[in-house]
């Protein structure tokens, strides 16, 4: 299915108020569309806020090690992008990484194991546990989560450091201006109802604080007939790609050495008449036996390649139920 076969089918549905459950590439390629009785379970499993087809069951404790990219890897990446930071060329981007993965037990069931409000398992491909909604639309009104800032919840004043950190601070205004744009595609009456609050995440490692802001708005009169196009109109997601959008795509690509893939698309599910959605991070790449965890950070030019990496490292965990 290409983009615009997605559009016309998820507009066709909305306006027949129809459910369906959808997930969008990072690059718009390879969107994918279902009514929940095409889905089949043992292919793909999906939880979006507790909305399901999985049959709960006891879940099987993993044993799970990481082996993140080599500090030269980074590096030859952030270098990159630096270079057009200072080039002006782009003044956000969002840069991530592969690390190697070694499990005890299959992806699917993982999925049984892992807490988060979004998550998602396709045979062969991946599996992700996302905290980060990217939007929702509840009787008319629409809201955005965007994450930008995150710190090791167990160091010392670490709430009080990750808000009074600058860097982190602008990073995060800039993604929030970014989506309150992007929302005004959308709806009307866009504002910020929460700034840079946090959330705390326990995971097999250490617990993290993640710095968060809510934006609302009134979804426009036409929202139903045209949730495909309003959908593509907003992607990808501002937190993991930068601004400028189109340009900070390009460099990406060019950073990361290939595309990405369902890692920082979309998942989401249309009721009939309101919208859940979140950003694929948190993501498990298989790859033939192989598997891959991506993460990844906003670099501006205040950014420091040390820093960077050890977000990239912070940001491998597993939530476990």
């Known amino acids: 299915m290409n983009l615009q076969t997605f559009i016309e089918k998820a507009d066709a549905l909305g306006n027949a108020h129809k459910p369906f459950i959808f997930l969008l590439d990072f690059e718009l390629e390879h969107p994918v569309l279902w009514e929940p009785h095409e889905v089949d379970a043992k292919e793909l499993l999906y939880s979006?806020?507790?909305?399901?087809?999985?049959?709960?069951?006891?879940?099987?404790?993993?044993?799970?090690?990481?082996?993140?990219?080599?500090?030269f890897t980074y590096k030859a990446g952030f270098d990159l992008v630096m270079n057009q930071l200072q080039a002006g060329n782009t003044f956000l981007v969002n840069l991530t990484a592969k690390s190697k993965v070694d499990l005890n037990l299959p992806l699917h069931e993982l999925f049984f194991a892992v807490q988060a409000p979004y998550k998602c398992w396709w045979q062969n491909r991946f599996l992700f546990f996302s905290p980060e909604c990217f939007v929702k639309v509840c009787n008319g009104t629409l809201h955005a989560y965007p994450m930008k800032g995150t710190i090791d919840a167990t160091i010392p004043h670490a709430a009080s450091t990750i808000l009074a950190n600058e860097k982190e601070k602008a990073e995060h205004i800039t993604i929030v201006d970014l989506?309150?744009?992007?929302?005004?595609?959308?709806?009307?009456?866009v504002t910020v109802a929460r700034f840079r609050y946090l959330q705390q995440i326990n995971t097999t490692r250490h617990s993290i604080l993640q710095v968060s802001s809510e934006i609302t708005g009134k979804v426009l009169p036409e929202y139903n007939s045209n949730i495909g196009s309003l959908l593509a109109a907003m992607l990808p997601a501002g937190s993991v790609s930068g601004a400028p959008k189109n340009e900070t795509v390009a460099i990406i690509r060019q950073a990361e050495g290939e595309p990405r893939g369902y890692y920082t698309g979309v998942l989401g599910?249309?009721?009939?008449?309101?919208?859940?959605?979140?950003?694929?991070?948190?993501?498990?790449?298989?790859?033939g036996t192989n598997y891959f965890y991506?993460?990844?950070?906003?670099?501006?030019?205040?950014?420091?390649?040390?820093?960077?990496?050890?977000?990239?490292?912070?940001?491998?965990y597993v939530p476990l139920s």
């Open 294 to 316: 991506r993460s990844g950070g906003g670099v501006t030019a205040r950014s420091n390649w040390q820093d960077e990496y050890e977000e990239v490292i912070q940001k491998i």
């Open 48 to 71: 979006i806020n507790g909305f399901s087809n999985a049959i709960p069951r006891a879940a099987i404790s993993p044993a799970i090690t990481f082996s993140p990219p080599s500090p």
């Open 179 to 189: 989506i309150r744009n992007d929302l005004a595609q959308v709806a009307t009456h």
């Open 269 to 287: 599910y249309f009721d009939g008449h309101n919208l859940d959605c979140g950003v694929n991070i948190r993501y498990i790449e298989q790859v």
